[in-house]
């Protein structure tokens, strides 16, 4: 249960900062506060599950494998959903990230 919830805790942040980069350019109206509205209940879920997953993880297990579980995520998602350009160095950054978040979760 406590890497469901540390998961849910990235994607709930990875979703929330996809929302803030969709209404970057967007003017400030009423659509754009909806959004920004959603981006932060987001956040604010991804706030949730990270910290009730701190009652069985350490916070120097779940955060790195929060913040490097983000930034894997974070490149697919910007390049699918926004086709931002991936270099190699970004995938193998990711590859080294994975294998990071591998040995930190090893019993």
């Not at 879920?45 to 930034?71: D, E």
Request: hydrophobic share 60%; charged share 5%.
């Amino acid at each position: 249960m406590k890497y469901i919830l540390l998961s849910a805790a990235v994607v709930f942040n990875v979703v929330a900062y996809g929302v803030f980069r969709s209404i970057a350019h967007r003017p400030h109206d009423l659509g754009w506060l909806m959004l920004f509205g959603i981006g932060l209940a987001l956040g604010a879920l991804n706030l949730l599950c990270f910290t009730v997953a701190l009652k069985q993880l350490s916070l120097a297990t779940a955060y790195p494998v929060f913040s490097g579980a983000t930034i894997a995520l974070m490149v697919l998602a910007s390049a699918v959903v926004f086709k931002e350009q991936v270099t190699s160095g970004m995938l193998a950054g990711c590859v080294v990230i994975v294998a990071g978040i591998v040995l930190l979760t090893r019993q």
